[in-house]
């Protein structure tokens, strides 16, 4: 397992939980999965506890105008990707 | 038409497009059928006169979110009247003013002029209105980075997680409890159909500790008055128990203020959508 993989399985424990059991996306899970429609159907508050959880998860912190715009809240991948780029341990692939 | 009601010596334009606005009313039938229903649901003796008075309102609401005739800050800021501020002012460090859709527009305006370091949260449209507002008034109508929500859902997290560090760094900020984001936390029942209070402000609470402080504000006359009650309660340590407990205080303040003050209720009047 790559250190990618292992980021985003922890990522995507922590979406589980904040998104709660009921709401786990159907089919295969992957970096391609959106956190909110269509997805794990993550509302903006919810976004903002997967967001917080990573910065005690990850040891990091955002800086909201550089890296929660944009596309960056789009998928586990984009998160993951912003991630990486905060915490330079997780960037080994 | 606003530019010229502006024109006007405060409170001409407010009056005449409160007349406007319920006059328009009765060339709207579905915006009054609306009224109406929703007046007769607050078991107004004259639910006709009940749904008039909060179609001129709105018209009122528009005039005070434009300032009509208002030419400088020092205006509205004598028009106000702040009851409970020692329940703001007694607070050390970071504190949620939880406000509602209801009477006129917004706290954030009004504490400023007092002298209050406040935010708000979520979406105004100050900016895109910049060239409406006089060189007065400019200064404090700008719009600051937890403000630009605009209507673009992908904004929403980093406002509320910029929200979340003003808050730990010990600011005020003010929120709608009833905004259209985020998920359903509790609902108060109303007469006419629920207010459904969402979990924005319950979560920012939670993840900084900041106590919250429901605000209400009503006309009384020309004046503006708001009223900031206590912090909500936290004695109760499961968040659980603590939402029932809060539920409990803020269904009862919604209530009171709708029961007192139905002809200033617009939002769930006209604009809420009930399922």
């Known amino acids: ?93 | 038409m606003l530019i010229a009601l502006d024109s006007l010596p405060w409170p001409w334009g407010e009056d005449l497009l409160a007349f406007l606005f319920m006059a328009a009313a009765f060339v709207r039938p579905r915006r009054l059928r609306r009224a109406v229903t929703w007046a007769s649901a607050q078991r107004a003796d004259r639910p006709w006169r009940l749904a008039a008075a909060v179609c001129a309102f709105r018209g009122r609401w528009v005039a005070r979110w434009r300032l009509l005739g208002l030419h400088s800050p020092e205006q509205l800021r004598r028009s106000l009247v702040v009851e409970g501020e020692e329940h703001l002012t007694g607070v050390e460090g970071g504190a949620i003013l939880l406000e509602f859709h209801l009477g006129p527009p917004g706290v954030e305006l009004p504490l400023k002029l007092l002298r209050h370091q406040v935010r708000h949260v979520g979406w105004h449209d100050r900016s895109a209105a910049a060239g409406w507002w006089s060189d007065a008034w400019r200064p404090i109508m700008v719009s600051d980075e937890l403000s630009d929500a605009a209507r673009d859902p992908r904004k929403w997290p980093a406002v509320l997680y910029k929200a979340r560090q003003t808050l730990l760094d010990g600011g005020k900020i003010c929120i709608m409890a009833d905004s259209e984001e985020g998920h359903e936390v509790l609902r108060v029942p109303l007469p006419g159909g629920p207010m459904v209070i969402r979990a924005g402000w319950l979560t920012l609470h939670r993840l900084t500790g900041a106590p919250v402080l429901p605000v209400f504000t009503h006309l009384r006359g020309r004046r503006q008055i708001l009223t900031i009650h206590p912090p909500l309660p936290t004695r109760e340590s499961d968040p659980a128990r603590r939402l029932e407990v809060w539920r409990d205080i803020i269904t009862s303040l919604v209530v009171d203020y709708v029961g007192r003050f139905p002809e200033q209720c617009p939002m769930p009047a006209l604009v809420y959508h009930y399922d």
């Open chain 1, 1 to 93: 397992m790559t250190d990618r993989d292992a980021l985003l399985e922890a990522l995507r424990a922590i979406v589980a939980r904040v998104a709660g059991p009921t709401r786990a996306p159907a089919g295969d899970m992957s970096a391609e999965t959106p956190l909110t429609e269509g997805g794990w159907w993550l509302d903006s508050v919810e976004l903002l506890e997967v967001i917080v959880a990573c910065e005690t998860e990850f040891g990091i912190t955002f800086e909201p105008a550089r890296d929660l715009l944009d596309d960056a809240l789009r998928t586990l991948g984009t998160l993951a990707a912003v991630i990486q780029t905060k915490n330079p341990e997780l960037s080994r692939a």
